[in-house]
């Protein structure tokens, strides 16, 4: 109704003269939360949009619902794969720009839940570029997380945009893979202004659950073993670990160099053309596995109960090492944070959250047995 679309164009409308309008997909995540928070604090307009699946803690999700909207950001419960919704919102607000983070993300689920990636990464995507090139006017800028997986089994390093992406490890990589390949389609044909970042392990505050460094810290703390995995041939597992506050400004920089489209509404033909671009997002220097397991040690005062296996063909690739000239040359993306600092932060958020939450959570079950709660 009236209330809805108001509420929309309330949080969509920018501070500042300039200010960007953007929508957020997958706004409640983890990059997600940080990239709307960032972009509403230095004046853009911001929408977003999340189905809040149970691929991890949903309650987490709303929390950082929550976070979003103390900061004037509605994230609305919605799958991307509704169209009709998407149009609607398009109507309701001319975005200049669509930040997509929304995806099945994880290697290792998809051997347990491979068409959600589908569903997500490559229906979801297509939905999203389908609404944005016919129902949109003006068709909005969009920028789209892709994922250093695409490198799969690639061995030059560091990795560049130009290196081979034919060998995909997992069907997380492959529908990265195929996000790029469609996007290139939609630019082709439709005059869509498209660009493509390809993030390397994010971490930090808010972060994922599913990843090594949160549940690292979580079984630590518990005093639960970890797993590390090694190569056959005896070397570690690298990482690129590239922290949220990089990756935002980089995402930032993205939205504010990408062309405008030149397409026209309801999908016509295009003016001229918009370039597809890709860009590496990483922080150029790869840490083994178990060296980040040897920060977090510290962090917690605690060590860490460790099972040592040999890879295994769950998806996983060796290594992973970004080369980020790409990124300076066109939007000054410089990585600043190194994964000592950038751990630091997120240890001191997780055991602020989940203290907090457990605290939280025993009132509340105070609260139900009637007890007194201070
Ligand atoms: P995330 O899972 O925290 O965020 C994705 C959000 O999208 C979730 O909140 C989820 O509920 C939502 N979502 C999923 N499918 C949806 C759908 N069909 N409709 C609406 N919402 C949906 O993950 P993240 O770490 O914030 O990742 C953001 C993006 O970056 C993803 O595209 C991911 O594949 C990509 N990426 C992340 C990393 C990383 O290390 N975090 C690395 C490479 C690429």
Redesign the pocket.
């Known amino acids: 109704g009236a209330a809805w679309e108001q509420d929309v164009r309330r949080s969509a409308t920018p501070s500042r003269a300039d200010g960007l309008s953007v929508l957020v997909?997958?706004?409640?995540?983890?990059?997600?939360t940080h990239c709307s928070v960032a972009l509403k604090r230095r004046g853009d307009g911001v929408v977003g949009?999340?189905?809040?699946?149970a691929?991890?803690d949903p309650a987490l999700?709303r929390s950082r619902q929550a976070l979003v909207a103390r900061r004037g950001v509605l994230v609305l419960d919605?799958?991307?794969?509704d169209g009709a919704l998407l149009a609607k919102l398009f109507d309701v607000v001319p975005f200049s720009h669509v930040l997509h983070?929304?995806?099945?993300?994880g290697v290792r689920y998809a051997t347990r839940n491979p068409q959600s990636y589908v569903?997500?990464?490559v229906a979801?995507l297509v939905s999203l570029f389908e609404t944005a090139a016919k129902h949109a006017d003006p068709q909005p800028s969009i920028v789209?997380?892709?994922?250093?997986?695409v490198y799969g089994l690639n061995t030059e390093a560091p990795f560049s945009e130009l290196h081979r992406t034919d060998r995909p490890a997992s069907l997380?990589a492959a529908t990265?893979k195929a996000g790029e390949a469609i996007a290139h389609t939609y630019n082709h044909i439709y005059g869509l202004s498209i660009t493509g970042l390809?993030?390397?392990?994010?971490?930090g505050p808010w972060?994922?659950p599913d990843?090594a460094y949160f549940s690292f810290t979580k079984s630590i703390l518990s005093g639960k073993p970890i797993t590390l995995f090694r190569m056959t041939d005896g070397t570690a597992v690298q990482r690129d670990f590239?922290f949220i506050d990089d990756v935002v400004k980089g995402c930032l920089g993205a939205l504010d160099t990408a062309k405008k489209s030149t397409g026209v509404a309801g999908g016509g033909k295009k003016r001229g053309p918009a370039q597809l671009r890709i860009y590496n997002l990483g922080n150029t220097s790869p840490v083994p596995v178990a060296k980040m397991v040897s920060i977090l040690e510290e962090l917690l005062r605690k060590k860490a109960k460790k099972n040592v296996v040999t890879l295994p063909q769950n998806g996983d690739v060796p290594f992973t090492h970004a080369n980020v000239s790409l990124a300076e040359r066109d939007f000054g993306y410089r990585p600043t944070t190194d994964l000592a600092t950038g751990l630091k932060k997120f240890v001191k958020w997780y055991v602020e959250y989940y203290g907090a939450e457990t605290t939280k959570r025993i009132n509340r079950k105070r609260k139900i047995a009637g007890d007194e709660v201070e």
């Open positions: 997909t997958g706004a409640a995540g983890f990059v997600g949009v999340d189905n809040f699946n691929y991890y999700k919605a799958d991307i794969n983070l929304a995806a099945q993300a569903a997500s990464n979801g789209w997380a892709s994922s250093s997986s997380y990265k390809r993030f390397f392990t994010v971490y972060g994922r990843m590239t």
